[in-house]
Structure formats: structure tokens, C-alpha cells
């Protein structure tokens, strides 16, 4: 009898589901009957090898296929011209966040029902957060380059010293997260001003929390579908004891809290400083975004978001580079007579005379872009055509740029880590390739790109110039990968000498 009741429960539940889901039943690749409750068609990735297999069924279904990652209807796209269409059409440009109850707890939502924060809240409070915070950062110092290389090139020569001090113990170290402290440190000058010890066990700490929050929160961990897309699942996982995939970012957010209570507002001050001023300036519009508590939940939302976007994605860069640089000591040597008369730290002015150290990030962002372990989805806000396909409202997009920097349309030999291939052959100088779309596009384009870049040719500038690196033990530098919202090295021990 309890059987019957729940074979007829269940049936009734998935024809609903079915009839829910049929608009999106047009799309190649998996259809609506097999897309399961809260996974979706998730377990059709049921591999570590989750980049190969995207590749395969981009393959076979084409530039742009369903598979739907968790409860949402889900469409994959890797065609250069529809990928930027989509990413520059207003339609294309919302997020799907608030819709994870158990995101939804742990970030916060205001009262018209946003979830806090520029990357994960879509609409006029995503327009006008973005805004705000592009202009703030902008005036601290991402649009004043001498002040932006300056704090880099202090954060560069800690950085040096740590691996110098290390380098009497030791010939090997462990690049793994070795970045994070330092590129989170250069956030939270930028925030607040201070400089915090990177060597302080709870800075790293922290620090690694930001990366373990960035590296679980993504589709290609399942632990991470079901916790996210079911609060049942996520509370037992919290019952039982089993990792929590949001659990990390508790601390980061109590520490924001707790920071922002020590400032007061002023419009010259530091970015929570001016964050105050706004909220205040807008204490007599109660609809404001930035009116009230409102406010103040999404300026905490924000810095969050900062954190998370700004630490990971750029340390997580550097590891690369070195892997690379490691595998190929010919290019260290051209490199380092690139760079060895230059003061420490470069400038941007600098980059006119490096063209080749340019290239190595541009390279290192085409081989080992983050979107390749699946960057941010987008999600259709209104219903919408492109590429002679309907999308209706709520299809959720990953845009997987692998087979755009992988094309050899675009790329010659495109598996091969050639940076010489943004060298102009005439000028000698380098040449961008539009090709390259690691920071993505339109309005929703990686608003830290500037300092993403700033810092790697910073940082990379000061290891050239102090160390060699090299496999360890005389070995081989394997290039196998973790997947998390980046793609992390799994192996990033080096043998590092002294110039
Ligand atoms: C190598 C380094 C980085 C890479 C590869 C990268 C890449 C990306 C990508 C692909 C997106 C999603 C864009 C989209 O949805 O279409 C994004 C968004 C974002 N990034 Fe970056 N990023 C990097 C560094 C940074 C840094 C240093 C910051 C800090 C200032 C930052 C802040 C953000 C923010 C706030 C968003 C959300 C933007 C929005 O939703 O409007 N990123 N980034």
C-alpha cells in the first residue's frame, strides 16, 4: 500500500516536473525525462576528467546543447560569435543564486528578495552595486596605476623574502595555495587601506578558507550540486557531519561583519568608508539599494564577493605560470634578459619592453582559463532567441571557453604552450588576440581584470628576477588538474634555485 503511494507520488511529481521543463525539450543533448530532481543531469559528468568530457558532448551535440547542472534547465555554449552575443545581450545577463535556499542563508537576502552582492544578484541591484563598486575601486587605485604597483610591489618583495627564508631548508617548495594570503592581502589594502601579516597563521588560514569556498562552490563538485540546490540535503550533511560545502564561508563573512563595524563613513576614506557614505546619503530613499540595512548587506555581500572573485583566480594564475615557466627553461632565460635591468617592482610603463612576460600570462589565461571548470553561469531573464535557438526565462548558460582557446581556427597548434605566439613577427611587440576571453565579455565582464593582470606581471616580474624553477628531482611537470570554479594544479611542487 506505501509502496503503491509512493510509486504514484513519485509519478505525479516527475510528470509535473516534465511539463515544467518542456519548454527547454528543443535543445540537442539531454532532454527533460532525464533530468533527475535537484541534479539535474549532472551524474552524465560522473568523471575527474570533467573538462574532456564537456569537450566530448560538445562534440557530439554541438555549440549549443541542454545538460542541465542541478534542478535548472541548462545550456552549455562554446561558439566564439554566439558566446558573445549572449554575454553582451541584457537578457543573458542575470544569475540564478538566489534561487539556492541554502546560499540564501548563509549570504543574505534584502527584502525585494536579492540575494547581497554583485556576483551572485542580478537586475538594478546588480546595476547599480557594480556600478558603485567599479567606481570606488576605480578611485582607490585600480584607474591609479603608480598607487596599484606600488602595493603589489611591496606584497611582491614579502613574497620573495618568504621564498628566499624558505630556500635554507629547503630546495623544494609547494606552490599549492601558496598564493592566496598575498593576493588576499592586496584586496584588503584596497578595501580597507591595511596591510594585514601574510605570515600570520590566522591571515592564511582565512585565506585558504576564500580558496576552499571558490574551489567547492562549483558545478563540477557533486557534493556542491546537492548541498546547494537542497536545503534537506544540507542540513543533513551538517547533521551528520560530512563536509559542508558553505560552511567556510561563515568565518570570512563574520570577519566582514565584524571589520565593517570599525569604520565610519566618509566619502574620501577607504572603500567601507565611502560604502558608509552612500548608505547614509541615501537614508532619506527607502527604495534605494543602498538604503539602510539594505545597504549594509550588500556592501558586506560585496566585499565578500571581492574576496572570493579576487583571491583564488589570480593566485590560482600564478601557480600556472610557474608550472609553465618550470616545464620550459629556455623561456625563463629570455624572460629574465627581458626584465633584469628593470627596477623592482616593473610598472605598467614596462610592459612596452616585456613583450614576451606579457605573453606568458596572455598564454597561461588561454591554456588554463578558469571557465574551463566552469566559470560563473549567466541566466536568461526574459524570454529571447539567438543563434536560431528560443531561450525562455530562467535557462541557466555556462559558457565553456576551452574549445574557443583550443580552436585551431583561431590558435595554431592550440594544445601547445607557445607564448611567442603573441609576439608580433614584425614589430616584435605584443599583440592581444580577441580569441582570448578568460575575463569573458559585456556587461558581466571580470570587473578585476585590470588588477588581475597588474598583479601577475608584477609578481611574476620579481620571481624572474630572484629565482629559476624547475621540476623537482629532475622529473617531469605534470599539468594534471583539480576542478573547482578554476582549474587548480595538482601537483605544484618546484625545485626553485637563486639567480
Ligand atoms: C586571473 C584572474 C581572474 C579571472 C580569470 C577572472 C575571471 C572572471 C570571470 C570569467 C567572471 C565571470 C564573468 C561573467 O559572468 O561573464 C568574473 C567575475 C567577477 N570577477 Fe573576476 N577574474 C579574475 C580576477 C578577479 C579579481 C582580481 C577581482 C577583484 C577585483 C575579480 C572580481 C570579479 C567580480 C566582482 C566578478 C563578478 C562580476 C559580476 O557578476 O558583475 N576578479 N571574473
Redesign the pocket.
Known amino acids: 500500500m506505501w509502496l503503491q503511494f509512493f510509486v504514484f507520488f513519485a509519478l505525479v511529481w516527475y510528470i509535473q516536473r516534465w511539463l515544467q521543463m518542456k519548454s527547454w525539450n528543443h535543445f540537442k543533448g539531454f532532454g527533460s525525462l532525464t533530468s533527475l530532481p535537484i541534479i539535474g543531469h549532472s551524474y552524465k559528468l560522473n568523471t575527474p576528467f570533467i573538462v574532456e568530457r564537456v569537450e566530448e558532448l560538445c562534440l557530439r551535440f554541438g555549440s549549443i546543447f541542454r545538460l542541465d547542472i542541478g534542478p535548472f534547465p541548462t545550456v552549455i555554449m562554446s561558439d566564439f560569435d554566439e558566446m558573445r552575443e549572449m554575454?553582451r545581450s541584457d537578457a543573458f545577463n542575470g544569475?540564478h543564486f538566489h534561487k539556492l535556499l541554502p546560499w540564501r542563508d548563509v549570504k543574505g537576502v534584502d527584502d525585494y528578495g536579492n540575494l547581497a552582492g554583485?556576483?551572485?544578484?542580478s537586475g538594478a541591484a546588480?546595476k547599480e552595486q557594480?556600478r558603485f563598486?567599479q567606481m570606488q575601486?576605480g578611485d582607490l587605485g585600480?584607474r591609479k596605476t603608480d598607487k596599484l604597483v606600488t602595493i603589489i610591489g611591496e606584497e611582491a618583495n614579502k613574497m620573495t623574502d618568504i621564498i628566499e627564508r624558505s630556500l635554507n631548508n629547503q630546495e623544494v617548495m609547494d606552490f599549492s595555495r601558496f598564493f592566496l594570503p598575498i593576493?588576499n592581502n592586496?584586496?584588503w589594502r584596497?578595501l580597507t587601506g591595511k596591510a594585514t601579516n601574510i605570515e600570520d597563521p590566522e591571515v592564511k588560514q582565512l585565506s585558504l578558507a576564500v580558496g576552499k569556498v571558490f574551489s567547492t562552490m562549483t558545478p563540477s563538485s557533486k557534493l556542491n550540486i546537492v548541498q546547494m540546490n537542497s536545503s534537506f540535503f544540507y542540513k543533513m550533511c551538517k547533521w551528520v557531519g560530512a563536509e559542508n560545502v558553505i560552511d567556510a564561508s561563515t568565518p570570512i563573512l563574520n570577519m566582514i561583519a565584524e571589520e565593517t563595524k570599525a569604520y565610519h563613513s566618509d566619502p574620501k576614506g577607504n572603500y567601507i568608508e565611502r560604502n558608509l557614505a552612500e548608505i547614509q546619503a541615501q537614508d532619506g530613499d527607502s527604495h534605494h539599494i543602498s538604503h539602510g540595512a539594505r545597504g549594509m548587506l550588500h556592501m558586506r555581500g560585496?566585499i565578500f564577493?571581492?574576496f572570493l572573485?579576487?583571491?583564488d583566480?589570480?593566485a590560482?594564475?600564478l601557480e600556472w605560470i610557474l608550472l609553465y615557466l618550470a616545464d620550459r627553461p629556455d623561456l625563463q632565460e629570455k624572460l629574465y634578459s627581458e626584465l633584469k635591468d628593470k627596477e623592482q617592482p616593473v610598472t605598467t610603463e614596462d610592459k612596452m619592453d616585456t613583450p614576451l612576460t606579457v605573453a606568458v600570462i596572455e598564454e597561461t589565461?588561454r591554456m588554463c582559463?578558469?571557465?574551463s571548470g566552469f566559470?560563473?553561469?549567466?541566466m536568461v531573464t526574459e524570454d529571447t532567441h539567438l543563434a536560431g535557438h528560443f531561450f525562455p526565462k530562467g535557462t541557466h548558460i555556462f559558457?565553456f571557453v576551452k574549445l574557443v582557446h583550443r580552436n585551431p581556427k583561431y590558435f595554431e597548434e592550440p594544445d601547445r604552450f607557445l607564448p611567442e605566439r603573441f609576439i608580433d613577427k614584425e614589430t616584435g611587440e605584443f599583440k592581444s588576440n580577441k580569441y582570448v576571453v578568460?575575463?569573458?565579455?559585456?556587461?558581466?565582464?571580470?570587473?578585476?581584470?585590470q588588477?588581475?593582470?597588474t598583479?601577475?606581471y608584477v609578481f611574476l616580474a620579481a620571481l624572474i628576477k630572484k629565482f629559476t624553477f624547475h621540476p623537482p628531482q629532475g622529473g617531469k611537470i605534470s599539468f594534471d588538474y583539480n576542478t573547482g570554479l578554476?582549474l587548480y594544479p595538482k601537483y605544484a611542487k618546484l625545485q626553485v634555485s637563486m639567480r
Do not use: N, Q, Y
Open positions: 554575454l544569475r554583485v556576483a551572485s544578484s546588480w557594480r563598486m575601486l585600480l593576493t592586496i584586496i584596497l560585496t564577493d571581492l572573485a579576487g583571491t583566480t589570480t590560482t594564475l589565461l582559463p578558469m571557465g566559470g560563473l553561469p549567466h559558457p578568460t575575463f569573458s565579455a559585456g556587461k558581466r565582464r571580470c570587473p578585476g581584470e588588477l588581475a593582470r598583479e601577475s578554476a
